[in-house]
């Protein structure tokens, strides 16, 4: 079985500051861990990807996540905000191979403050 | 580029109703998805498709059914809608032979609202 809670459903921060979006996991199995961006009335963009290489992904527009196996987590970072990072962002777990299984997280709306 | 499109982007229907959601890929992908996204509750999958003779229900696949018509066509289609219906519908595909392995890519998302 398998799960992925995303820690926080709003999360504000002021444009230029860092930015942490946090997500948690469970599998039986080696997982693939994504994160995906939905900007508003678009559909999902893949960020970044986690599949058994590096723990620490970095994907697009600065974003990057840690991989961390003793903690079940893989939490989204970028250094400094901007305002077109406004947009909502969703977690991502399946089994390495079987994206039938996928499982999504409820998503955090990330809110940049001028 | 390459994409995935669907029609229509909006739709209003009454309970009851039969509808169709069709979604067209350019990418040249085998595997295809349906999926729905409700406030709060992340991306539910409906049904997937790994190529046109292969058809599995997904999650939440009741009320549902679908058609993989060719390798770029894949359209969802309520039999008799009902108000719990009303959500955003998306489509995605996938190519794991890419070397992108199960990156998926979505559509812009169908609007229904179900009187």
């Known amino acids: 079985a398998q799960s992925v809670t995303q820690l926080d459903s709003h999360v504000s921060v002021s444009e230029g500051t860092p930015v942490l979006l946090r997500c948690n996991y469970s599998?039986?199995?080696?997982?693939?861990l994504f994160w995906y961006v939905q900007h508003p009335n678009k559909g999902l963009q893949l960020l970044l990807k986690?599949?058994?290489?590096?723990?620490l992904v970095k994907g697009i527009n600065g974003f990057e996540a840690e991989f961390k196996k003793s903690e079940t987590s893989f939490h989204l970072t970028k250094p400094s905000a901007h305002m077109s990072d406004a947009a909502e962002y969703f977690c991502?777990?399946?089994?390495?191979?079987?994206?039938?299984?996928?499982?999504f997280g409820k998503g955090t709306r990330l809110h940049i403050l001028p | 580029d390459a994409d995935v499109t669907q029609t229509p982007r909006n739709r209003i229907t009454k309970t009851g109703k039969r509808i169709m959601l069709e979604c067209s890929q350019t990418?040249?992908?085998?595997?295809m998805y349906w999926y729905r996204q409700d406030p709060g509750l992340g991306l539910r999958l409906i049904y997937y498709?790994?190529?046109?003779?292969?058809?599995n229900k997904g999650e939440i696949s009741d009320g549902y059914s679908v058609s993989r018509q060719a390798q770029a066509k894949f359209s969802l289609s309520l039999e008799s809608a009902i108000p719990n219906q009303t959500a955003l519908y998306f489509c995605?595909?996938?190519?794991?032979?890419?070397?992108?392995?199960?990156?998926?890519?979505f559509g812009p998302g169908t609007r229904l609202t179900v009187l």
């Open positions: 995605a595909t996938s190519d794991p032979t890419s070397g992108r392995a199960y990156e998926q890519f």
């Open positions: 599998s039986s199995y080696s997982p693939s």
């Open positions: 986690y599949t058994s290489a590096a723990t």
């Open positions: 991502v777990v399946s089994p390495w191979g079987r994206d039938d299984k996928i499982i």
């Open positions: 990418k040249g992908h085998d595997r």
């Open positions: 498709s790994f190529d046109v003779k292969d058809i």
